[in-house]
Every structure is written in C-alpha cells, then in structure tokens.
C-alpha cells in the first residue's frame, strides 16, 4: 500500500508542478504529513474505506482505513490497483481537506446520491474525482 501512496504523490507533484510551469504564482506542491495507512484481514469487511481524523480508536494520530472487501458475484476483482489506490489517494485528500481546508464531518447516504448540505456533495465528489485521477 506504501507503494500506491507514494507513486500517487508523485504523480500528484508531476501535475502541480506542470500547473506551476503554466501559472508561475500557483502554490508549490508540499508533501503532506505521514498518516498511518491499515489494513487488516476481517476489519470493515464490506462496509467501505474511511478517514479517522482522531483515529479508528479514539488516539490522537489520523489514519486511513482500507476496508477489508469480500468477495462477492457482483465485485469480483476487489483488490486491483486501480481500486485500491482510488481508496487511498481519496482518504487521503479527505486528510488534507481536515488539515488545510478546515473541512468538517458529515453524514451522507453515498458517494452518488443527493445530500441537502452541498459541501457534503463536494467533499465526497472532489475527493472521488481525486481518486479517478
């Protein structure tokens, strides 16, 4: 998972420095704080990925939490890169949004249905395009 999350990083520093190179005032790219990433065989099984702010057990260090996945007829191909790093990168930025963009926690019944609070909407959506990228 190591490897996803530093591949993603520099594929992140690559675009932000092109957008630097196109708009020389835009902000340089920082690499975030370290955050424990886990995995654990049987932990969250099918209930999906998630950010701790506070952490999975009330500790003061944030983590990411890669769900554990069963799989089933419909999801068969849980754990290719692809999904696994979309995991990753879209927790991640749910970390960075908590650090820098005083984000707030919120409810919501899925990544693609309607939500009443629309910041609720653009956390989740920024952070699945993110993801995507």
Request: glycine letters at 8%; a negative charge.
């Amino acid at each position: 998972m190591n490897y996803y999350f530093y591949d993603a990083m520099r594929e992140i520093k690559d675009i932000v420095d092109l957008a630097n190179q196109t708009f020389p005032e835009s902000a340089k790219f920082q690499p975030s704080d370290p955050i424990n990433i886990i995995f654990e065989n049987g932990y969250r099984t099918n209930k999906g990925s998630a950010y701790y702010g506070s952490g999975r057990l009330g500790k003061s260090e944030p983590e990411i939490v890669i769900a554990d996945e069963a799989i089933t007829e419909t999801k068969p191909e849980i754990f290719r890169e692809s999904i696994m790093k979309h995991s990753i990168l879209h927790e991640w930025l749910h970390y960075n949004f908590g650090k820098y963009a005083e984000h707030r926690p919120g409810t919501y019944k899925g990544h693609y249905g309607y939500n009443k609070e629309f910041y609720i909407s653009y956390k989740e959506g920024i952070c699945l395009l993110f993801g995507d990228f």
